[in-house]
């Protein structure tokens, strides 16, 4: 079903007297305040070296296990691997009733109806890549098919790339309207977008990519595909968090923040925790504002969880290979 919202500008881009003109938009987002790079790579340095303590690093594994976005994005993505990951997702350690269920699993739009059919009864949410992903390169109408095929199946939430030539050329006004569309085409799915931060260069293009997307109306913004490196990295998702502090404390409205690829290990995950607590404050430490987009990682959390309760490390076959 072909979807055409409209594209007036979102409530809080009219809150602050931004039109989605590309005059406006440049000059809103030009106006924004430097990164100071040496700043950021130093304070997550310095967060990076908190340790914390066996209760409170259960709590924390147990928190980014809830917060994974369990995926597969391949081309070689069958029904059965999709089951497979499903029950997964449920049931992380079937030999522990205890270990929480994750946060989603994410998939392409074609294998969205068989996560539904798995994932039917649980709180596990499904989540689809739409609108040309990972190049983010098609035409409007193509993204507006895109997701609301996946939404029609069953989709969730909605993981949308943005047009990163476009806004690296300067185009904010077509990305903007890019992202009011295929909001408007999610109905009541959440709208994560995805930034590629890998490919924006600077800071600062990443500071100005996070505004225009919650300007537009994403739920969530997003680091990367998971496709090129570098995906995310702690300095970019402190960029990223300190918009969506300044963004709250200028509109009212949260968004949530997701960095995804390249995140492997229990001692990855905790930094980013630790640096979610640090700059944006308790209220983001959930899977409604923060989430991992994984692969690998919820294996390592697993058997770190398992370290804990046991006193001692199991060996690889005590999970499953994804």
Not at 79 to 85: D, E, I, S, T, W
Not at 174 to 186: L, P
Request: glycine share 8%; proline share 4%.
């Amino acid at each position: 079903m072909q979807v055409t919202p409209s594209l007036a500008p979102p409530d809080s881009a009219a809150l602050l007297g931004v039109g989605s003109s590309q005059t406006d938009l440049r000059r809103f987002l030009h106006s924004l305040p430097g990164v100071d790079q040496v700043g950021a790579e130093a304070r997550v340095a310095a967060l990076g070296t908190r340790s914390i303590k066996t209760t409170a690093k259960a709590y924390a594994i147990d928190l980014a296990i809830r917060m994974v976005d369990l995926t597969t994005l391949e081309g070689s993505d069958t029904p059965g691997k999709v089951a497979a990951l499903c029950a997964k997702a449920r049931r992380p350690d079937p030999t522990d009733n205890s270990a929480p269920s994750v946060a989603a699993v994410c998939v392409y739009n074609d294998l969205v109806g068989i996560a539904r059919q798995h994932l039917a009864g649980s709180e596990v949410r499904v989540a689809a890549v739409a609108t040309a992903f990972p190049s983010g390169r098609a035409s409007r109408s193509v993204r507006l098919l895109d997701t609301s095929e996946a939404v029609a199946a069953g989709a969730d939430e909605i993981d949308m790339v943005i047009d990163r030539g476009a806004f690296l050329s300067g185009a904010y006004s077509k990305v903007f309207d890019d992202v009011v569309a295929v909001k408007a085409a999610c109905g009541t799915a959440h709208l994560k977008v995805i930034l590629e931060t890998g490919e924006l260069q600077t800071y600062d293009n990443v500071r100005r990519a996070s505004w225009l997307a919650m300007l537009a109306g994403a739920d969530f913004i997003k680091t990367s595909t998971g496709k090129i490196a570098p995906a995310a990295t702690l300095p970019v998702t402190l960029v990223m968090l300190e918009a969506v502090r300044d963004f709250r404390a200028a509109t009212g409205r949260i968004i949530g923040v997701k960095p995804a690829g390249g995140i492997r290990t229990t001692k990855d995950a905790i930094k980013y925790l630790v640096l979610v607590n640090e700059t944006v404050g308790d209220d983001w430490l959930t899977p409604a504002l923060f989430r991992f987009g994984a692969s690998s990682l919820l294996n390592d959390l697993l058997l770190q969880r398992q370290k804990l309760s046991t006193g001692h490390y199991s060996g690889p076959d005590y999970v499953t290979l994804d």
